[in-house]
């Protein structure tokens, strides 16, 4: 049993005791329990996946702000009721900006027990940066029967982007391009090689809600 303290006799092992404890509140889907149609609740739950860090998960309904737990979680009190999820409660201190969260998870967990997320390329993390602002733009376009022509500017923007992003998918990387300069396709499986970065933390649930 994990909760099980050892024996005051004993010393639990370095890296157990310096492990921090981590809470992440993220808006619940329509079920109240699974994880929510946010890509950045769900992007910084792909990063703590991926970091392989224990954390404690708890489903928010973003319609009352209600914790969803089989226990009583008394964390969200001290935020203001227009605080925006996720919320990262990091050994307590709470960390909201999504902005600089990336940068924060990093420093703190990028030691050798935690791998590090960050792409090798640059950009591997501007590839399809632009892709959810403009379909957001495109499908709250208030009027697009009233004018054809924006709508179709609308559309094609997108397009534009989404082509920009496959391209960058199907063309090899410099490091691929050094063993082999004949190379033309990719050969990797994720924007930045062939394991999944922050780049692609942040860009698989912007797709995913495009894809819907």
């Known amino acids: ?28 889907s329509k079920n109240g329990e699974s994880v929510g149609h946010c890509p950045f609740c769900q992007w910084l739950f792909m ?8 954390f404690t998960l708890t489903t928010v309904d973003a319609s009352t ?4 737990s089989h ?11 227009g605080t925006q999820l996720p919320v990262l409660l990091y050994t307590g201190e709470p960390e909201t900006d999504t902005v600089t969260i ?6 703190k967990l990028g ?13 591997s993390s501007l590839a399809g940066n632009d892709i959810f602002h403009k379909f957001s733009t495109f499908i709250k376009n208030p009027v697009p029967a009233q004018d054809e022509g924006e ?16 391209d960058y998918l199907s063309g090899p990387l410099e490091y691929r391009l050094a063993h082999d300069s004949h190379l033309r396709a990719s050969q990797c499986r994720f924007l930045d090689g062939d394991q999944l970065t922050l780049a692609d933390c942040n860009l698989l649930p912007k797709l995913n809600i495009v894809q819907v």
């Open 1 to 28: 049993d994990l909760s099980v303290q050892p024996p005051l006799s004993q010393q639990p092992p370095p890296s157990i005791a310096k492990k921090p404890q981590i809470q992440l509140f993220i808006k619940a």
């Open 47 to 54: 990063v703590l996946l991926l970091k392989g860090v224990p």
């Open 65 to 68: 702000s209600v914790a969803i």
């Open 71 to 81: 226990r009583a979680l008394d964390a969200l009190k001290d935020f203001a009721s």
């Open 102 to 107: 990336e940068e924060f998870l990093e420093d």
């Open 111 to 123: 030691t050798s027990m935690f791998p590090s997320l960050v792409p090798w390329y640059r950009e």
């Open 151 to 166: 709508e179709l500017a609308l559309q094609w923007s997108l397009l534009w982007a989404l082509l920009k992003l496959n």
